[in-house]
């Protein structure tokens, strides 16, 4: 029962540190928590339903999504967060707007598609394996793997290529970095499109999990893998898949054993537990105080 | 050297600071007089303003006493350092820019503004007593200072040389007997440097003591009473202006320094 | 060569432009008209206030209404701490909830009357608040605003959990109306109006009394630059948790108001959603104003039910607002420095003449 729930939980957590990474991209790089990205993850979900039903393949559905929610993410940039970089607003301006940004996709998910949960089709359901008491299915096997996969894709990008090496570098100082002449806005629209992508492949595999999709899906997801970013520490990968798990476990756990109306809190509190031992989370760094 | 009949006000014993394995500030030891104006001089990096950090309870000191007024204070909250009597202003100029000249001053005056929370509102008389008091005391000290004009400006549309003068009104309106200035003339051109140590030598006449770490050697050469030089954290000369100018060791950290930097 | 550096120069342009800030005449006048008819321009609204529920006559209207007052106390209390103390809170909500759950439990269950138990329910608050104010000893920026989010999903989930006290999700029924000396204030005969108008006007002089103290100065200089603050002997953290407790104890005031007039509450009334309303309200009013809180809450709480032909685009609206509203005026609707000079009262200015009196004559 027990190993059951930590395997179900680990299999959540992967879904839930695909969202975080999009957290932690765009905050290592912006400083701002962006309270989109859970309707982004929404909106990725929705419009792979929506391109498979178009029945032209799965996987150019699914790629189809994730290109539409990653552009979707480079135009919130351009559209509403950019100017307010030029303008040098206060952060919180950038985050209201965010929560802003979050209200249109998702009632615009609303008005077109209805707020209603929709059955979304169990893309990788090939039957449970049995290890001794415990089962393990295929999708749950397939969301491990995906995760993994693009988990391992995303470091090679951020540490491997020459965008990552701007990317790190707008991370560290964004004003030096546009003086070494790197185009610091360019670098900012791709982080937006890996985090959207990232999230279209989070919707696609807990979609398929839980078999269903609805516009609101991405508030509690989104807030529990924002919870996951900071307690692995935000702007950290690692700490974004370290959290991911632990939320994910947790969660399970505590569903199982405190029972369901404890799911989606049990999160917070240990994401409060860390802040408060750890004031930057697991994997965070921290910042030294200069007078 | 030392005027014996002076009354010592700060008497700092061999401090040290280390940051891991560095030793930013290694046995420095200063003492202050009351009334005299004390330059810490030294090349970049010398930690100089690690010692106006543990002055002021920012740092801890790792080892070595501050004395103020005879009263040990190292390792005291920042709070209780202001409450004995010093005050400090910063390299990088940081007052309350979104408020108002006469706010700073009263802001700097917090400690002394001896009223409670209910008091203030519920308007009870010792409240209204308290706050004209410090209203008018604020004014007065913005008088004397020569920046009554500004009085109702929002700090960040002053021109820098009255930011600098206004960030050191701030720390005289604590009620502070030794104000601590880091780099008060750093930014400013030949003109307002000549206006900052005018300024700095109308407050020694007003009776406050200043200890202050400063590049501009025209301004430490012209107002000093007491030079310190320290360079890598460790104390290398003390003595009067005069003296420090012809100081072959003094001299070889700058140039050697300079020569390191680059 | 030429052309690299002056593209490098545009580039920097481009990701570094400074803001241009326009002029502040017009602002001026209207402030010193204000200013010059305070006396008949405060007359004339007090007797709008008053008058209002008459010419209104509508309960629909009057609902509305007064659910704006309880949300402009919601937003004074919010603004305290993100407004003037600089310490966003993304977690409002759970103090609405404990005022609110607070006080109509004590109502339903012990028969409290509402002054009492919404009384009970801001101590419970404060107290909460000081617990909540607790981790800014060590724990700074949006890592704050990130605790106070989870603060927020905890006292749901204690609403939700605690079914014994709190009815679990269920919720809280029929919630007493309040009465006074006998009367029972409803919206239909208007003592809900004037109970809300007297809440928010205690609430909204609280807030002058603080903000124009050493309190509300410590507040403000924290605000600009901790580190200076401390050096001016500031206790921040004393004053932290101190802006915690306050707006605590103010939401909580708004949340018994808000039970009541509502008539029924659950754990889902107090989401993240009315978290992001209040903070919402604040900034687009114009964060550390109290004129503005009126302004915001009642655009925003008016705009949902002025906006019905709009179906549900409305909702879609709302978003477009904030987003339109933090590029073009992201300080807020009425969110402007005042141009008029600092306030000195007259014993003050008596007390500076005579001084100057004194240096004149001694020249």
Redesign the interface.
């Known amino acids: 029962m027990l190993i059951q729930q930590v395997f179900n939980g680990l299999a959540l957590g992967m879904g839930y540190a695909l969202i975080a990474v999009g957290y932690s991209l765009v905050?290592g790089i912006l400083?701002l928590?962006n309270?989109s990205h859970g309707s982004i993850y929404a909106f990725g979900a929705e419009m792979a339903m929506v391109f498979i039903g178009f029945r032209f393949g799965i996987i150019p559905g699914i790629i189809a999504a994730m290109i539409l929610t990653g552009v979707l993410g480079i135009c919130i940039d351009k559209v509403?967060l950019e100017?307010?970089?030029?303008?040098?607003?206060?952060?919180?301006?950038?985050?209201?707007?965010t929560?802003?940004?979050?209200?249109?996709v998702t009632?615009?998910l609303?008005?077109f598609l209805g707020s209603e949960k929709r059955n979304f089709p169990a893309l990788f359901d090939f039957g449970s394996v049995q290890i001794g008491h415990i089962a393990v299915s295929s999708t749950q096997i397939m969301m491990c793997v995906v995760s993994l996969i693009l988990m391992t894709v995303l470091v090679l990008i951020v540490y491997k290529t020459k965008i990552g090496l701007a990317m790190r570098a707008g991370e560290q100082n964004?004003?030096a970095a546009?003086?070494m002449?790197i185009?610091?806005?360019f670098v900012i629209s791709f982080t937006f499109f890996l985090a959207g992508v990232s999230a279209t492949i989070a919707g696609v595999l807990v979609g398929s999990y839980y078999q269903i999709v609805y516009p609101n899906m991405g508030?509690m997801a989104g807030?529990k893998a924002?919870?996951a970013a900071?307690l692995g520490g935000i702007g950290s990968l690692p700490g974004a898949l370290l959290g991911g798990l632990i939320v994910g476990v947790s969660e399970s756990m505590a569903a199982t054993f405190l029972?369901s109306?404890?799911r989606?809190?049990i999160a917070?509190?240990i994401?409060?537990i860390v802040?408060?031992v750890r004031?930057?989370g697991l994997f965070g760094r921290k910042g030294i105080?200069k007078? | 050297m030392i005027d014996v009949a002076k009354e010592v006000l700060l008497e700092v014993k061999n401090i040290t600071k280390r940051f891991g394995g560095i030793v930013a500030v290694d046995h420095v030891s200063v003492t202050v007089n009351r009334g005299e104006v004390v330059s810490i001089i030294g090349p970049n990096g010398a930690g100089k303003t690690t010692v106006f950090n543990m002055l002021t309870g920012v740092y801890e000191v790792d080892e070595g006493t501050i004395r103020f007024k005879g009263e040990e204070i190292q390792n005291k909250k920042p709070k209780h350092i202001v409450e004995a009597g010093i005050s400090r202003t910063f390299q990088n100029i940081r007052l309350f820019s979104d408020l108002r000249v006469i706010e700073n001053v009263l802001i700097g005056a917090h400690i002394k503004t001896d009223y409670n929370f209910f008091q203030s509102v519920f308007r009870t008389k010792k409240f209204r007593d308290v706050e004209d008091e410090k209203t008018v005391e604020a004014i007065r000290l913005l008088k004397s200072i020569g920046l009554d004009h500004r009085r109702d400006d929002y700090a960040s549309n002053l021109p820098y040389g009255d930011q600098r003068k206004l960030e050191i009104t701030r720390a005289i309106a604590t009620g502070a007997e030794l104000i601590l200035l880091d780099e008060p003339a750093a930014g400013m051109n030949p003109q307002e440097s000549a206006e900052l140590m005018a300024f700095i030598r109308h407050l020694k006449n007003e009776g406050y003591t200043i200890l202050m770490i400063e590049h501009d050697m025209s301004v430490v050469m012209n107002i000093s009473d007491k030079i310190y030089v320290i360079d890598h954290g460790k104390p290398i000369a003390e003595g009067l202006p005069i003296e420090i100018a012809n100081n072959p060791k003094v001299i070889e950290a700058y140039l050697g320094g300079v020569h390191n930097d680059a | 060569m030429t052309e690299r550096i002056k593209r490098l120069i545009n580039k920097e342009d481009d990701c570094c432009q400074d803001t241009i800030k326009p002029g502040a005449g017009t602002l001026h006048k209207i402030e010193v008209f204000t200013d010059k008819n305070k006396f008949s321009l405060g007359l004339a609204a007090a007797a709008l206030l008053i008058a209002l529920p008459f010419i209104l006559g509508d309960q629909y209207l009057l609902t509305v209404i007064v659910k704006i007052g309880a949300y402009a106390i919601l937003a004074m209390g919010l603004n305290i701490l993100t407004g003037y103390t600089g310490l966003v809170s993304l977690g409002h909500a759970g103090f609405v909830a404990i005022g609110a759950y607070t006080a109509s439990l004590l109502s339903v269950r012990l028969g409290a009357d509402f002054f009492t138990a919404t009384l009970a329910g801001m101590v419970v608050a404060g107290l909460v608040g000081v617990v909540l104010g607790l981790p800014t000893l060590k724990v700074t920026g949006t890592y704050l605003s990130i605790i106070t989010l989870g603060f927020g999903e905890i006292i749901k989930m204690i609403a939700m959990n605690w079914a014994t006290v709190t009815n679990g999700t269920l919720g809280v029924k029929n919630i007493p109306k309040p009465s006074l000396f006998g009367f029972d204030m409803t919206v239909g005969n208007f003592g809900m109006y004037y109970l809300m108008l007297a809440l928010v006007i205690i609430t909204a002089v609280f807030c002058l009394m603080v903000v124009k103290s050493k309190t509300g100065r410590a507040f403000q200089a924290i605000r600009a630059d901790e580190m200076a603050s401390t050096m001016m002997g500031i206790n921040i953290t004393a004053y932290k948790i101190l802006a915690f407790v306050i707006s605590a104890c103010i939401c909580a005031l708004g949340g018994s108001l808000y039970a009541t007039v509502i008539g029924y509450i659950d754990p889902n009334t107090f989401n993240f959603d009315v978290s992001t309303l209040i903070l919402s309200i604040v900034i687009l009013g114009g964060m550390g104003t109290i004129r503005g809180m009126f302004v915001g809450a009642a655009i925003l709480i008016a705009f949902p039910e002025v906006s019905r032909f709009l179906m549900e685009y409305r909702f879609v609206l709302y978003g477009v607002i904030l987003v339109i509203m933090m590029r073009f005026r992201p300080q807020g609707i009425l969110g402007w420095k005042s141009t008029l000079p600092y306030k000195l009262n007259k014993r003050v200015r008596e007390e500076i003449e005579k001084t100057e009196a004194k240096e004149t004559a001694g020249d």
């Open positions: 905050f400083r928590v309270f509403a100017p307010l970089r030029k303008k040098k607003s206060m952060p919180i301006a950038s985050l209201i707007t929560i802003g940004i979050s209200n249109i009632q615009l609303i008005v964004s004003r546009c003086m002449g185009n610091v806005n508030y807030l924002f919870a900071v029972g109306t404890y989606d809190s917070f509190i994401l409060i802040l408060i004031p930057h105080t007078v």
